[in-house]
């Protein structure tokens, strides 16, 4: 990295700092203010702002993360994109995580919101996912255009989609802001450490590459079920644990595969990048969208999180690895 490059990156992280700060002054001070949870009866109260913000706030869900995962690996970096699958796959981990530990029940407001929200309410996923996401690939494009523009839009963004959570009355304050404060730190560590560990790993030879990226993914599942789904649970758990660690496993081992037998071609006509989008990234889409619908978890939690684990598993593999290798056999 150049001069000019740390330079600029250690700008970022102190505006990150900057706004971190700024998050958590303005939180207490609603807080303290007794505005915690009537920000969201307000909005309720005024249809244009729970349509409008009910829009916004799509910006932060799941089923948005994984089209722009998909986009960004056939349109854009593979090896930036799966930095940002094992990036927010690990922050919303750590997010169901805490949730299914601090057990903070939503405001009053969700019950009477437009699509009312489930599980626990802090921290915020939305909020934490926009964060990581979003921030990211501020980073990333930090340089394009006039400098600092992109990050300066993605933070609106990530600011919009935090208010909306409690404007529509899904979350309070106190979740968002938790969201924002524990998201923050986790970006900036990630970009700290990840070229040092991307460097350590490239090193090592292939099986213990693909160990790597198994053993991890196997290990969080295990303690999510012993904690959460086992002798010591105490309530249901909410998490998605098993679409996670199953993604993760799956985006990570396909990678190192992809990259030692496949390296798919970048240099294609835009035509058929957008090609091979649709037909790795639709089976994904689909099969999310399909466990959400059949909601396994309303016969048996753990039989959801079993079957969504093996399914990610497989979706993950097929949209980095398998289609890859598929498009490259029939020259797409």
Request: net charge neutral.
């Amino acid at each position: 990295m150049s001069e000019n490059e740390t330079r600029l990156s250690n700008t970022f992280l102190i505006l990150v700092l900057i706004t971190w700060s700024a998050i958590l002054a303005i939180g207490l001070i609603l807080i303290f203010l007794n505005m915690n949870i009537a920000i969201g009866a307000l909005g309720q109260s005024n249809i244009v702002v729970v349509l409008l913000f009910n829009v916004i706030t799509i910006m932060g869900d799941t089923f948005v993360m994984i089209i722009l995962l998909a986009l960004l690996f056939y349109l854009y970096d593979k090896k930036f994109a799966i930095k940002m699958g094992v990036l927010l796959i690990t922050s919303a981990y750590l997010n169901d995580f805490l949730k299914d530990c601090l057990r903070d029940p939503r405001p009053p407001t969700n019950a009477s919101a437009l699509v009312p929200g489930s599980g626990y309410g802090a921290p915020s996923g939305h909020t934490q996912g926009a964060v990581v996401t979003y921030g990211l690939i501020a980073h990333e494009f930090k340089d394009v255009g006039k400098k600092y523009i992109v990050p300066i839009l993605l933070t609106i963004l990530i600011s919009l989609i935090a208010i909306s959570r409690v404007l529509i009355g899904v979350h309070d304050v106190q979740d968002v802001m938790l969201g924002a404060l524990i998201g923050i730190p986790f970006l900036v560590t990630f970009i700290l450490v990840e070229p040092y560990v991307s460097e350590k790993i490239s090193e090592l030879s292939l099986n213990m590459k693909c160990l790597l990226c198994i053993i991890p993914p196997v290990l969080m599942f295990i303690i999510a079920l012993i904690i959460f789904e086992g002798v010591f649970q105490v309530l249901p758990s909410y998490g998605d644990f098993g679409m996670l660690c199953g993604a993760l496993l799956g985006i990570t081992l396909g990678y190192v595969l992809e990259k030692e037998y496949v390296d798919l071609e970048k240099d294609v006509s835009l035509l058929r990048k957008i090609i091979r989008l649709i037909i790795a990234g639709f089976p994904a889409a689909l099969a999310y969208v399909v466990l959400k619908v059949l909601d396994l978890a309303a016969i048996s939690s753990l039989l959801d999180q079993l079957i969504s684990f093996a399914v990610f598993v497989g979706i993950g593999f097929f949209v980095i690895f398998l289609a890859g290798y598929i498009f490259k056999k029939i020259n797409l």
